[in-house]
């Protein structure tokens, strides 16, 4: 039957004849297979003929009426002379013509044209492309293709440029392509600027170089906030000491024709004058220092005179208040009550800026006034208006001095009670108090040429102080005395004294 007409067939030499007409095609298709495998030959031989090598291809195995074919598998070729490599064909023989066939390929991978196959591992993540008929082997899409790829290097920056019109976000009046694009400056507004500004008027309290600041505010300014700057300035000094006010001035007139103009300086306290009643509410005495910074302005030649000569007809037209009125008024009497040379102390003598023998004269002034008043409360104001806590032992040193040279219990006593005073309300440090002391020890040797009873004095205005409870321990133990000088005919025996005595302690 059907296999023994197969097999027969197979031996005749591969020729097929054509089916009676009346067999059953399913006998026909298995007649048309057995006679294509018996033709095919292995995958090294010549393609031409039903033999290889002596050897005949066994025929498929048949299983329940069925033959069982072998997967096809894919394998390439290359001719002797270096051509172009060729596929077989589905049947799995050889194109006619070709030269030996290559190996076969590894997990779907064909292998170089070399011969060489790539192992399994190096292949896995490798991002080389599999095929070698076409290309150069390069990545992908340039390395910007793939799964889990973030893309090209540098297309991040062209997302905006490159829009997808489908994407339903897109907007098409927002992505016109004729758009002007123009520098836009964003204008701060006065409260911005007053953050940026005070620091560095802040840090220029610090080290007092108005360069700097004509520099810091270069950086940060614009035309408009240019009449803001005097505001500014005196605003923050108003909540500071008489020190930073004078620095303020000095400010003030270093940055007149280099950041900000005379127009300028006028706005600007034009806008001191509308705010007065908010800075009242922070500074009582506001009218008054805005009226000395007027003042010094006008004698630093930054604003002219006549804005704060103003008559009290103007001054209604100006519809200002009590406390502006109150401040020109301050102003004009400060300008033409004296020389205006006398506007350079302004706000006093005082600061560490001051040299020190200023410093010195202030607090003998000091002194001198508190002996005729004996206001104790006044005393400490001025000395804390001269802001120089690090040289307070020149009061005491001057106190002990003032009171030697009178030669009267009254000036002790008062000298004494001042000390007393500063020291309880530690306007006067213990070292302080302790270095002034030592310091008039250690030049009682020359107070003693002007003041004979310079010994005996300190001695009486040691010992009231040491009652009064503000004396150390060491300041006690330090108190020089000067003994009496002794003669020969008072019975010592004959001998000679040596020219100089040493002082006991």
Known sequence: MEVESNNKRATNGGRHSTPPAESDSKESSVEREL??????????????????????????????????????????????????????????????????AMPLAINGILPSPGGYVVPHRRWKNSRRSRNLNRGRGLPKKGGGGGKGVWGLPGSEALAEVYEDENDPNYDSECNDRNVELREVITEVTPEEFFKLAEPIVLEYYEHGDPHEVALSFDEILQGPMREHITSILVEIAMDHKDSQREMTSVLISDLYGRVITGKDIEKGFNMLLANLPDLVLDTPEAPIMLGNFMARAVADDCIPPKFVAKSVEELKLLELGEHAEQALRRA???????????????????????????????????????????????????????????????????????????????????????????????????????????????DMADIVLDVPLAYIILDRFVERCNRAGFLTDKIINNV???????????????HVKPASLPMRD
């Open 480 to 494: 020089p005395s000067r003994g009496r000088k002794r003669f020969v005919s008072e019975g010592d025996g004959g």
């Open 332 to 442: 004009d009497s400060l300008i033409y009550k004296q020389v205006w040379a006398h506007l350079d102390n302004v706000w006093g003598m005082g600061g560490p800026l001051r040299p020190v023998k200023t410093i010195t004269k202030q607090m003998e002034l000091l002194l001198k006034e508190y002996l005729s008043s004996r206001d104790v409360a006044e005393a400490q104001r001025c000395l804390r208006a001269l802001e120089v806590p690090h040289y307070h032992h020149e009061l005491v040193y001057e106190a002990i001095v003032m009171t030697l040279e009178s030669l009267s219990q009254t000036t002790e006593e008062a000298m004494c009670e001042l000390l007393k005073q500063l020291d309880l309300t530690c306007l006067v440090l213990p070292a302080g108090m302790e270095q002034g002391f030592l310091r008039a020890f250690e």
């Open 35 to 100: 006679n294509g495998e018996i033709q095919a030959v292995e995958l090294n031989g010549s393609g031409g003929g039903g033999h290889s090598n002596g050897h005949i291809k066994k025929p498929l195995p048949i299983e329940d009426g069925r033959i069982k074919r072998k997967a096809k598998r894919l394998i390439q070729r290359q001719n002797s002379s270096g051509g172009s490599p060729n596929q077989t064909n589905g049947n799995g023989a050889a194109a006619a013509g070709g030269a030996s």
